[in-house]
């Protein structure tokens, strides 16, 4: 079970085409992907000046639709450089906290790991430190 998109970056960018931002929130980016969820938001909700939409012959329904799929679009794009930077610096950051419990190696960010579920304990790890957060169980 491949949770994360290292490599594979269309995983999550396919998402944010479903829905803005939730690719984002798969790669554990809240703030980016609440960002684009509420742009798209915005963007459905609020209609153009008049004066434009006739100006490109449009109906406000056609404007919105076409403001609403270039957010889209734009979330997508972000979602897909976030996953292939991401992978990268997974990579290519020294030390990396690895599972005890299935020895893949993990976020540290995490209270758990996210390849088993297995909850960290500070001495059941050998890689940096088990900061803040706290155990919020699985997603
Ligand atoms: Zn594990």
Redesign the pocket.
Known sequence: MTRIGRGRPWVPAVMSALVPGLGLAYLRQWLRAVYWFGLAVLAGSTGLPESLVTAVGATQRTASAVVVGLVVVASVVDTYRTALFAGDSAADDGPTAR?E??G?S?DEDLAF?H??G?PFGDANWDGGTADGGGAKGHE
């Open positions: 599972c419990s299935c893949r993990v790991c390849w088993c297995e």
